[in-house]
Structure formats: C-alpha cells, structure tokens
C-alpha cells in the first residue's frame, strides 16, 4: 500500500513538471474567445475600408548650376527659376501650390593641395508643385524641362483634405456597421441585453500609396517624354471602430 502511495505521489509529481515544461517552452496554442465580465462594458470591434483614386499629385522639380563665381551661379539660378515658376503659372497651377522646399550653395573644392582651395560653387533650388488637374501631369514635366529644370525627384500621388475626409467617412460608416451587427449577433446568441454605447475609439493606419517616379537632371527630362503615361492607380483607407455597450 505504502509503495503505490509512493508511485501515485511521483505520477503527480511527474505530470506537473510536464505541465510546467509544456506551458514554459511548447508550442503556442491558438484559440480565439470573447469574455464579458460581471459589471463591465460589452466591447466589439468593426473595420472598415474605402477605395479611391489619388485627385492630386506632387512633384519636386528643381535647377542647380555650378560655376567659378558664386554671385554669378546664383543669379543664373534665380533667373532660370523665375522662369520656371511663370511657366509652370501658364499650366493652370496656381501660386499656393507651389512652394520652394529647398535652397542649397555647396562649394566644391581642389582635395589635391594641402589647403583644399574652393574652386567653384554648386547652387541649386527645389520646389513642390501641387497638381490638381491629373492631366496635367505629362505636361507639366514635359514643360518645366524645357524650360531649366534639370532635377526632378519623383511625382506622389495622394488626397485632397475634401476627398480624404470623405474616404474616411465612408470607410467609418462601414466600420460602425460591421460592429454593431457583430455586436447584436453575438449579444442574441449569449442571451445578453444590450445598452447604449458608452464609448466609441477609433483607429485610422495610414495607407496613402506613393507613386513614385525617381529621375534626375537628363534622365528625367528624357523619361518625362518617353514615358508619359502616369496612372495614379486606386488607394485604400481603413478605420478600425471600437463600440462599448453597456449589459443591462
């Protein structure tokens, strides 16, 4: 009697240091539950998602020159760039939508003397141009080269406030929707009564889609008319709705 006694303590033993091994280093077990407890709220969650075309477009385009006179490149610069922002005024694009994002002097030197001697300067500027007609684009880049730009840094497409907001309402709408059905379903299938909803949170990730078009000076002049065809394609928005009910 005395040893089964002994052999029923070790089983005991034995099957909770498996339990211990197995809950420490096993492979994880996947299940899904939803839980209310006594007094708390009845908490669901809803996503949803829209679909729509990008309605503006941004492009950096840019003039840098170098030379032996800082003054000198300087002015041609600004020359050059006075001449680019009246063009790019003659396409329809008005003066608000086109900011100058960068203006930069680099000197360039002789490394070959002890003393790195400056011999020359490299002046360039940048600008963000804000396209609100798509079709614009091809002939906004098509233009702007022929008239001094030599760098341009990609075309992204992206939202309008008006358009952004109105994607973002309707993926809402869509993310309340499915919570709340969520909700009824499964308060009529636990047998709960629900409230009203004391709480709402929302979580909207960013998803806005860059097309990007990477060219500089030459290259990008010759890509602009070789490859005209700039689609924007679609992109998508999606809200995540956190409802909280009360249980009566």
Known sequence: MKEKNINFAGSIIIFFILLFVFAKWGPPVNFSS??????????VQGTGKATVA???AKIDIGIQESGTNL???????NKKSQGLVAQVKKLGIEEKDIKTISYRVYPQYDYTTPS????????????EVTIRDLAKIDDTIASVTSFGANSIGGVNFDLSAELKNKTLQTAREEAVDEAKTKAEGLAKAAGISLGKIINVTESTPLNIRP????????????????????QPGTTEMEVTIVLSYEVR
């Open 71 to 77: 003054k000198t490149v300087q002015d041609l610069v």
């Open 116 to 127: 790195e001697r400056i011999t020359g300067y490299r002046v360039s500027t940048q600008y």
């Open 211 to 230: 097309f990007p078009l990477s060219a500089t000076g030459a290259e990008a002049a010759e890509k602009s008319i070789t490859q005209p065809d700039i």
């Open 34 to 43: 939803v839980t209310q407890v006594k007094g708390e709220p009845f908490v």
């Open 54 to 56: 990008p309605d503006i």
